[in-house]
């Protein structure tokens, strides 16, 4: 449980050491498997306990929770982090799902939902030294996010269609591939070089704080290169 594995994805998975219905099923709801498990099906081999499965299968059973679920199992993890209060609002609430929505298909383990999304909650980010030397360092990226900045700024609305357009006109500015126009956005406003959709986290943080850590990115930049 502190290691973040759900209990059905545990049990799943402890039925199938030294023991298989058939060759193809690995996924078993609990009354599934009670009602198939026998006992003359259990092999004389030993069982290898592979941890790298039974983090598949952990994550297979997150990816399948309900929003609902998952967010009363995200709750206190968020509350010890000090990123929600004991009682959150209802916006606070919607909000919160809708991040929990975005990074649900990314987690094996419900101890990885803190540091997948923190920076939703905290301007304090946590700047991955890798991200930033191979992306934010990387030649152009200031000329890029210098490119961007306004045109985020200007934007009537903040919305998918719109960040689109901004994006698609940097790519054909630059004659570069979108990725390389998205990758700097990303470790600016996230930290680190891995997120959901771009799109999705920078609607989701707002145009007021995705110019602003846009902006501590080329100053991170600056500092950089003047040292």
């Known amino acids: 449980r502190d290691e ?33 498990f026998s006992l003359e099906k259990i092999s004389k081999n030993p069982a290898v306990f592979d941890i790298q499965k039974l983090d598949w299968m952990n994550g297979v059973y997150i990816r399948e929770m309900a929003l609902d679920e998952l967010y009363a199992a995200a709750l206190p993890i968020w509350q010890r982090a000090e990123l929600l209060p004991t009682s959150p609002t209802e916006v606070q609430t919607a909000a919160a799902q ?31 030294d890798k991200a930033v030397k191979k992306v934010l360092l990387k030649k152009q990226a200031r000329e890029i996010l210098s490119h961007l900045l306004p045109q985020l700024e200007g934007l009537d609305s903040f919305d998918e269609a719109s960040l689109g357009q901004v994006f698609d006109g940097a790519q054909a500015a630059f004659e570069r591939k979108l990725g390389d ?17 771009i799109y999705d ?27």
Not at 102 to 114: M, S
Not at 201 to 227: N, Y
Request: proline share 5%; with cysteine; net charge negative.
């Open 4 to 36: 973040g594995y759900l209990p059905d994805a545990l049990v799943n998975y402890l039925a199938l050491l030294g023991w298989s219905y058939d060759d193809s099923q690995t996924l078993f709801p609990r009354e599934e498997l009670i009602e198939k």
């Open 181 to 197: 126009i998205i990758q700097p956005v990303r470790v600016a406003v996230t930290g680190t070089n891995v997120s959901p959709g």
């Open 98 to 128: 809708q991040i929990l929505a975005q990074v649900q298909p990314r987690l094996k383990h419900l101890t990885d939902i803190e540091a997948m999304t923190y920076y939703f909650f905290s301007d304090e980010l946590r700047y991955n």
């Open 201 to 227: 986290v920078l609607m989701i943080l707002g145009r007021e704080r995705t110019c602003q850590r846009i902006r501590a990115a080329l100053q991170i930049i600056d500092k950089t290169e003047e040292g």
